[in-house]
């Protein structure tokens, strides 16, 4: 198993320039994840998603969407980047057990992204 | 509001010596915590994580954590540092619902 995986993984990009970021995981999890990561601030959770077809919104979301078209896919677009969003990207996934205490998340390598 | 606090943003350690990472939590409601770790240029890696099925929780490399409701406090520790320690260190907190919320890490330092 890959686990998850992230594409891609460094992007420069000039202010108002779009881009997708694609997130893939081969485990059949349920729960997929956006987080940045920037420095002093820990993670964020951007946009979360429950199921193929749903998607959420978590503590900094303004600014970017994304879609869960296949259930081992989950994208963040960026569709005006902005200074603001030069950052690390993690995508994570999970998937539900009988117990909520035992879910745990698993993390893709990371996605650099710059904003000029 | 913030649910995870982690002091201490860098912990420097003698290879050897104990490694202590501090976290609180404030919550109403029985948390679930976890810690991650994450070394440079790379993804974040669960530690361990408290079920509530005991308060010492025993994680990968050597590592534990105590969950104390009293002080709502799940800090980090291991006996002895290794070199390979040296790396990013989050707590982290599931509450009601999906999300989780993370600490803003500790970065620890390992000395020869």
């Known amino acids: 198993n890959a686990g998850v995986t992230q594409t891609p993984k460094f992007r420069v990009l000039k202010t108002g320039q779009s881009m997708t970021l694609l997130c893939a995981q081969d485990?059949?999890?349920?729960?997929m994840y956006w987080y940045r990561q920037d420095p002093g601030m820990g993670l964020r959770l951007i946009h979360y998603?429950?199921?193929?077809?749903?998607?959420a919104k978590g503590e900094v979301p303004d600014g970017y969407n994304v879609s869960r078209l296949k259930k081992q896919n989950f994208l963040l677009g960026l569709e005006s980047a902005a200074p603001s969003q030069t950052s690390v990207y993690f995508c994570?996934?999970?998937?539900?057990?009988?117990?909520?205490?035992?879910?745990?998340?698993?993390f893709g390598p990371g996605t650099r992204l710059l904003v000029l | 509001a913030q649910s995870v606090t982690q002091l201490g943003s860098h912990v420097s350690v003698s290879e050897g010596a104990l490694v202590l990472l501090r976290c609180n939590y404030s919550?109403?409601?029985?948390?679930?915590l976890f810690w991650y770790v994450q070394y440079p240029n790379q993804g974040l890696q669960l530690l361990l994580k408290y079920t509530s099925a005991a308060t010492l929780v025993k994680g990968i490399n050597g590592f534990e954590a105590e969950f104390k409701k009293s002080e709502t406090s799940f800090h980090l520790t291991k006996p002895s540092a290794h070199m390979s320690d040296a790396a990013e260190y989050f707590c982290?907190?599931?509450?009601?619902?999906?999300?989780?919320?993370f600490g803003t890490g500790t970065s620890l330092t390992v000395i020869p």
């Open positions: 485990m059949n999890h349920e729960y």
């Open positions: 982290a907190v599931r509450l009601t619902g999906n999300q989780f919320y």
């Open positions: 998603s429950v199921g193929e077809g749903t998607t």
């Open positions: 919550s109403s409601v029985p948390p679930y």
């Open positions: 994570a996934s999970s998937t539900p057990t009988g117990r909520r205490a035992q879910e745990t998340q698993y």
